[in-house]
């Protein structure tokens, strides 16, 4: 009987040695990615505070300041409350009348030289912001209110 030959001639070392690289620089590759997939410390996640709200409280605040040696002063001032609780509008809204009243008092106890400066006009916005929080803990249990912004500031 005749001996049969194979189509196909034996691969050659080298080529076999290549295929053997080849494969082991593809499964380090593999075995790397996966180590840092599971190494990789985890990112910390940003989230955005809720939008801020906005509530103007109208009319604008018309009060007489203490008198001066000039004759009657006055303050006119317009006030938006900032939150950023949906629910707190609400509140807020059903509370206005006495917002409004606190801050007219508050407002009328000023004099002409003491918010005439910016350094006057932040602080009486501070003391704004702490009788709107005072009161929305009384009535809510919360603050409601995160800042007091004057959006019209007028004296005369």
């Known amino acids: 009987m005749a001996a049969v030959t194979s189509a196909r001639p034996a691969p050659s070392s080298k080529r076999r040695l290549i295929l053997i690289v080849l494969g082991l620089v593809v499964m380090s590759g593999a075995a790397g990615a996966g180590w840092s997939l599971f190494n990789r410390k985890a990112e910390p996640v940003t989230t955005l505070p809720a ?3 906005y509530l103007p409280m109208a009319p ?3 009060v007489n300041l203490e008198d001066t040696p000039m004759g009657p002063r006055y303050l006119q001032v317009e006030v938006q409350l900032v939150t950023r609780d ?3 509008v ?3 809204q059903k509370h206005e009348p006495a917002l409004r009243a606190r801050l007219l008092m508050l407002f009328a106890q000023q004099t002409h030289a003491g918010v005439a400066t910016r350094a006057g006009k932040e602080a009486l916005q501070a003391q704004a912001l702490a009788e709107v ?4 803990t009384e009535e809510t249990g919360k603050p409601s209110a995160e800042a007091l912004l004057f959006t019209s500031f007028v004296t005369q």
């Open 51 to 53: 939008p801020a709200q």
């Open 60 to 62: 604008a605040f018309v």
């Open 86 to 88: 949906p629910l707190a």
């Open 90 to 92: 609400a509140e807020l």
């Open 133 to 136: 929080q005072a009161l929305m």
